[in-house]
Each structure stands twice: as structure tokens, then as C-alpha cells.
């Protein structure tokens, strides 16, 4: 388990259609052809997302940002 503060990253092939579970912090994954989804997903509730591959500045960057969003 992960604790209630903690950020989750989710890469959109499991996400699919769902939005981030109540209440918790959440990053979605997408690949680079998958930049359409972007807005969907925010729109979903995700604090912000990534795009593949990750580099560890814009990791530590969304993660931030994500810790200090209002809740949705």
C-alpha cells in the first residue's frame, strides 16, 4: 500500500477510461501519440501528466506540481 499523501502514477494502458481513485494525487503516463488525451485526463481528475520515456527533471517537476494542486 502506499500512503494517502503519496502521488500515483498511472500509465493511461491501465487507467483506460477511469478517473484516479477519490481523493488521491495522480500523474497519468502517456505515450507520445496519446498527447490528444491530455485534456480528457485532467478533466478526469489526474493532477498532471507525463510523457514516455520519463526523464527524472520532469518527474520531480509533475510530482511537485501534483503535491501542490487543490484537490478536485
Do not use: W
Amino acid at each position: 500500500l502506499c500512503p494517502p499523501d503519496a502521488v500515483l502514477l498511472i500509465d493511461e494502458q491501465i487507467a483506460g477510461e477511469t478517473a484516479p481513485p477519490s481523493g488521491r494525487k495522480a500523474v497519468v503516463l502517456l505515450a507520445p501519440e496519446q498527447r490528444a488525451l491530455i485534456e480528457p485526463r485532467r478533466e478526469a481528475g489526474f493532477n498532471g501528466y507525463l510523457i514516455k520515456p520519463l526523464r527524472p527533471e520532469s518527474l520531480a517537476e509533475r510530482v511537485r506540481a501534483a503535491l501542490e494542486a487543490r484537490p478536485a
